[in-house]
């Protein structure tokens, strides 16, 4: 089974992209904090990672940058999850290491269609 690690400071957030990446067929875990993120993917590299755009402490990038780096950070495919449709963050997040986006509020249909775009064979 496929994993997702969700990662939003919002526990709503958290729960409903949780609930819907389970009704995906994923096996999902969340994550409230960026270094909780990487102490996760530290034990356990998820397949994929919807990422927030605001995680407190650090700077999406800086979060990012960080997995990177990790042994198997090169593994997960990132999802950036951005509030508003800021071409500069995006593009920022984009040049960091996220492999695609997505804007709130989202549904079952539109992760659906991002994870199978970009799912490893």
């Known amino acids: 089974m496929k994993t997702c690690l969700v990662v939003d400071d919002s526990e709503v957030v ?3 992209a949780r609930y819907i990446f389970e ?4 096996e999902a875990g ?3 904090t960026a270094q909780d993120a990487l102490d996760r993917c ?7 990672i919807l990422l927030d755009s605001h995680i407190p402490p650090v700077p999406t990038a800086s979060f990012l940058s960080a997995l990177r780096a990790m042994p ?4 997960p495919m990132v999802i950036y999850c951005a509030t508003e449709n800021d ?5 920022r997040a984009l040049s960091a290491g996220a492999d695609d986006y ?3 509020p989202f549904d079952r249909e ?3 269609k991002k994870l199978a775009a970009l799912r490893p064979a």
């Open 14 to 16: 958290r729960k409903v």
């Open 23 to 26: 009704n995906l067929q994923f």
């Open 30 to 32: 969340e994550a409230e």
């Open 42 to 48: 530290a034990k356990a590299m998820p397949d994929f």
């Open 72 to 75: 198997g950070g090169d593994k």
């Open 87 to 91: 071409p500069s963050e995006i593009a």
């Open 102 to 104: 997505v804007l709130k």
């Open 110 to 112: 539109t992760l659906g």
